[in-house]
């Protein structure tokens, strides 16, 4: 059996124990959305995101939207001429977020 995935967990608390930002499990699935959406350079929106209903309520994914805010781990933006329409962007506190999570799962595979 491969235990690959329990190392990747144990080195994530103990990231999570030297991190500032915590974040519950709902506000991490829906970072995960946006993040994979940010990196293909194809952003959600706000709309995009409230229909996500597989992760939770639009009430519940305002609320956890406003965690990730409030973290500085997302940020609103609009594009172009367009002032109604709200992207939601990955912040540099995102990016380091992000990249400490990477090197936490790089860590976990060389120690398997």
Do not use: C, W
């Amino acid at each position: 059996m491969s235990h690959e995935y329990i190392r990747f967990l144990e080195v994530l608390k103990g990231l999570s124990a030297k991190e500032s930002i915590s974040i519950d499990p709902e506000a991490k699935l829906l970072l995960d959305e946006i993040a994979i959406k940010h990196f293909k350079e194809t952003p959600l929106t706000v709309s995009d995101l409230m229909a996500l209903n597989h992760i939770a309520s639009p009430a519940t994914i305002h609320r956890k939207l406003d965690s990730l805010l409030q973290a500085n781990l997302v940020e609103l933006k609009f594009e172009g001429e367009n002032r109604r329409t709200k992207f939601i962007g990955i912040t540099k506190v995102g990016d380091r977020y992000l990249n400490s999570l990477s090197k936490a799962m790089i860590k976990a595979v060389k120690l398997a």
